[in-house]
């Protein structure tokens, strides 16, 4: 299983296929993802990248880290596993 990257500092007009396109260079790009807004459907100027292999990876992520993509620097990095960060509501009190 490949790593998957976060990739931030992400133009509003970047669409999943240029990261593809850009990523793809540097091996087989399993998936790529922008996340958006769920209320207005926008970029929220990050996304995810996940490469065929961890080697791939680690080689766009040294090759795109400070690249320029639509006129914004990309970061790029491994990313994180995601936290169970949800608030407590009404039934975690009781």
Request: glycine content about 12%; hydrophobic content about 30%.
């Amino acid at each position: 299983m490949g790593m998957k990257l976060y990739v931030g500092n992400l133009s509003f007009q970047t669409q999943e296929a240029d990261l593809r396109e850009h990523f793809g260079r540097f091996g087989s790009v399993a998936s790529a993802n922008i996340v958006t807004d769920r209320d207005t459907g926008r970029s929220r100027g990050f996304g995810f990248v996940e490469m065929s292999s961890d080697d791939e990876a680690q080689s766009a992520q040294r090759g795109l880290d400070g690249h320029e993509l639509d006129g914004r620097q990309l970061k790029v990095n491994e990313a994180k596993p995601r936290e169970d960060n949800r608030r407590g509501g009404y039934n975690d009190r009781y």
